[in-house]
């Protein structure tokens, strides 16, 4: 299809698939599962479930999708849209998600520097989701489990195109009401027009998690998890938050430039966060960021 997705027939990928008898994930959008094509290649084919468009809007959908290409977003190699089947077709990530790594058990655990690198690699996919593609793309779900590894743990968000491809409506109520509730900005509850500042918000969720190693949905040390972060800022004590089992063994400047980043992004108000080419930017460390605002929450917010 225009030279750069292929048009699959469902009984093909029932039998790459083995009849869907693998399956590595799942979520809202559907379920997905490894398979090989004829031709050997290793894919991960997504079963989209609860998807009401017709096949000419879907394939005008996903040629559209098709044609983006960043280092940083997982590659769509091709679809079905036969009969009410629809199937979408991924380039196979062999180390999993970030969800994975980050939250095991046991003492081994990703280095700084590699954690480091997927954020920075992950705001990148977002900043092109944003503002370098034809039409802007709201993600609508970042979190560790849409962070996919390669082979050298080097990160690529999926599902990127679920948001474009479901309609608004449906997508905002399952992302309302599904299992991602942590990393939702305060205006889906509210609501407010979404913008991309709530995937900022989301973003600035996970880096939290990628910092600390907890899920920020941690109950029995308090649920809301940024104003833990922003008290242990405000006392200058950003490795505080690093993830124990790293031993203290990580860039100091890194760890104080994502820490200020993270709090930015979570702020509970759309204007004060920054956009995700300035996040990138401090990331990178070609500009300087200051401490984040304190946030409301913290009004209410007990800590030793």
Not at 63 to 88: D, Y
Not at 162 to 172: T, V
Not at 174 to 203: C, N
Request: aromatic share 10%.
């Amino acid at each position: 299809m225009d030279g750069s997705l292929m048009i699959f027939n469902y009984k093909d990928l029932k039998s790459a698939t083995k009849n869907f008898s693998q399956k590595i994930g799942g979520g809202s959008f559907g379920s997905v599962f490894i398979g090989y094509l004829s031709d050997g290649t290793h894919v991960a084919i997504k079963r989209l479930e609860g998807h009401s468009q017709g096949e000419k809007q879907f394939r005008a959908e996903v040629s559209t999708i098709g044609t983006i290409q960043h280092i940083n977003l997982i590659q769509l190699r091709g679809f079905c849209a036969q009969g009410s089947r629809r199937l979408l077709v991924y380039e196979y990530m062999s180390n999993s998600s970030l969800n994975f790594h980050l939250f095991r058990e046991g003492p081994d655990c990703l280095s700084w520097k590699t954690r480091y690198n997927i954020a920075l690699g992950t705001a990148r996919g977002i900043a092109y989701l944003h503002g370098n593609c034809r039409e802007c793309i709201i993600h609508c779900d970042i979190k560790p489990g849409n962070i996919l590894l390669d082979h050298d743990f080097s990160p690529k968000l999926t599902d990127f195109g679920l948001a474009k491809l479901m309609s608004r409506e449906f997508s905002r109520v399952l992302t309302t009401i599904r299992g991602s509730i942590g990393y939702l900005a305060p205006e889906w509850l509210s609501d407010e027009a979404i913008t991309t500042k709530a995937d900022v918000y989301s973003y600035g969720m996970t880096l939290l998690e990628l910092i600390s190693g907890r899920r920020n949905a941690d109950w029995e040390r308090g649920f809301f998890f940024p104003a833990e972060v922003l008290v242990k800022m405000m006392d200058g004590k950003d490795l505080a938050m690093l993830d124990p089992r790293l031993k203290g063994v990580a860039d100091v400047e890194e760890v104080a430039r994502a820490c200020r980043v993270a709090g930015w992004c979570v702020q509970e108000e759309e204007g004060s966060r920054p956009t995700m080419e300035q996040v990138v930017r401090v990331l990178e460390g070609v500009v300087n960021v200051d401490r984040p605002l304190l946030l409301r929450t913290l009004e209410v917010f007990e800590y030793n």
